[in-house]
């Protein structure tokens, strides 16, 4: 049978990415595991009749827009399609507040789950946002607990992930300084051809 899912490795700041599409959008972005074959394999993993190929042209411009937002770019990615097939109701709606957020800001659980029409809603919020399957283009990353603090991140390498792109787009709370200005602990250490060291 002919596939309906596809897949693709590619390079950014951070490390190696994949990315997997359908015919409606991409249903899956993955970001850099230290080993290629672990990425892979997950994608391997969503869908029997999944293959990885040569993306197509709607991707390769998707592609370049998170490549290019790894670099400290301020694209919101917000008009790239995402399949959502199986995603539950509830996460969609906190998935699209998350999109509303621009590089080099921040939101709460709770300023989500106010969003939502209940603050009591806020451990929901973060259990949807723990299965995020789009990072990057639905910016889990970008919502924070209460004062700023680092919270849990489903991604590899956790929240020390979460800081690092945190540290990429300069985020801002609200009416607050930069998360990380005169901070040199996370200043991003760039290596050969803008990848981060150790990435």
């Given at each position: ?20 599409w ?20 997950t ?26 937002l ?24 906190v ?12 939101r ?15 451990r ?14 639905v ?15 489903s ?5 020390e992930?979460?800081?690092r792109?945190?540290?990429?787009e ?6 607050q ?23």
């Amino acid at each position: 049978m002919k596939p309906t899912h596809a897949f693709c490795l590619f390079d950014t700041a951070l490390g190696r990415c994949a990315i997997g599409w359908s015919a409606a959008g991409v249903f899956r972005v993955l970001l850099p595991s230290p080993d290629e074959s672990v990425t892979r394999n997950t994608m391997r993993d969503s869908f029997t009749l999944i293959e990885e190929v040569k993306p197509p042209k709607f991707i390769v411009l998707a592609i370049q827009r998170i490549v290019a937002l790894f670099e400290g770019g301020k694209d919101d990615l917000r008009t790239i399609d995402l399949d959502m097939t199986g995603v539950p109701p509830f996460h969609r709606a906190v998935y699209a507040l998350a999109r509303e957020i621009p590089p080099g800001e921040t939101r709460t659980y709770g300023d989500l789950a106010k969003g939502l029409g209940d603050i009591a809603l806020s451990r929901a919020v973060g259990v949807a946002l723990g299965a995020n399957p789009f990072p990057i283009v639905v910016p889990c990353h970008r919502i924070v607990g209460a004062n700023g603090k680092m919270t849990g991140f489903s991604a590899p390498g956790g929240v020390e992930t979460k800081m690092r792109m945190l540290t990429i787009e300069r985020a801002r709370l609200s009416n607050q300084p930069t998360l990380f200005d005169n901070d040199s602990a996370f200043v991003l250490a760039r290596g050969p051809r803008g990848k981060s060291k150790g990435a």
